[in-house]
């Protein structure tokens, strides 16, 4: 089963504006990672955010998570038409190997 | 200098027939993975090795059968394949002994069809 789900599953937006995601998920995380996957192509990290922080920031990325709301955003500010793409969050399992496990995903539309 | 490299990048194939994929990784991983994306992009973890023993064997058909040569490859051979085994197979790997944190490093796919 999916850890993780994401809102929305599909967003369309115009360059510049920013673009937000939601991922919820189900049992306590020692942290929570963010991929972004182009048509066609493999997923690539884009941030990882511990369960003891509230908020990280990477270039245009922001990242929240909320543990007792077991929820995480992504914020993408003055998005550009290459942003256009998939956007994951994924947790590890607890188990002693661990399984990072996906959500869903969001599809990015970024229109020029 | 592709860190993780997979091919065939696409396969068409038959029903019944068998077929393999084959993943590569240069960065020095310890762990490597074979994940499952089907056609809604739901990404599922079928298999898992450390240091070329496997440790995470997902419930997937006997069909599918992985193999690690050496802890920098990682075959997936999969049997009697089925129109539901159409998806694309991504390879990942990741540095270290597996525990719950880190980040994968992917490689670019390999979408099956089976027709």
């Known amino acids: 089963s999916q850890q993780g789900e994401e809102d929305p599953q599909a967003l369309s937006i115009q360059e510049g504006e920013n673009a937000t995601m939601n991922c919820s998920y189900k049992?306590?995380?020692?942290?929570l990672q963010w991929y972004r996957q182009n048509s066609g192509r493999g997923l690539v990290h884009l941030i990882l955010?511990?369960?003891?922080?509230r908020e990280k920031h990477s270039g245009r990325l922001r990242v929240t998570l909320d543990t007792s709301k077991k929820s995480s955003s992504l914020l993408i500010t003055a998005s550009r038409a290459a942003d256009t793409a998939s956007y994951f969050c994924?947790?590890?399992?607890?188990?002693?190997?661990?399984?990072?496990?996906f959500g869903a995903g969001t599809q990015v539309v970024v229109t020029p | 200098d592709t860190a993780v490299s997979q091919t065939p990048k696409y396969l068409v194939t038959q029903m019944g027939n068998d077929k393999s994929i084959k993943c590569e990784q240069n960065?020095?991983?310890?762990?490597m993975y074979w994940y499952k994306q089907d056609s809604k992009k739901f990404l599922k973890i079928m298999f898992s090795?450390?240091?070329?023993?496997?440790?995470i064997n997902e419930t997937v058909p006997n069909r599918f059968s992985p193999k690690s040569p050496d802890k920098a490859h990682l075959n997936l051979h999969i049997n009697s394949l089925e129109l539901g085994d159409s998806a694309v197979y991504f390879c990942?790997?990741?540095?270290?002994?597996?525990?719950?944190?880190?980040?994968?490093?992917f490689g670019e796919g390999s979408r099956l069809t089976v027709l």
């Open positions: 090795y450390n240091n070329k023993e496997l440790i």
């Open positions: 960065l020095g991983h310890d762990t």
């Open positions: 955010i511990r369960s003891n922080e």
């Open positions: 994924a947790t590890w399992t607890t188990d002693s190997w661990g399984k990072l496990q």
């Open positions: 049992t306590s995380i020692n942290n």
């Open positions: 990942a790997s990741r540095p270290g002994t597996p525990t719950n944190t880190g980040e994968l490093f």
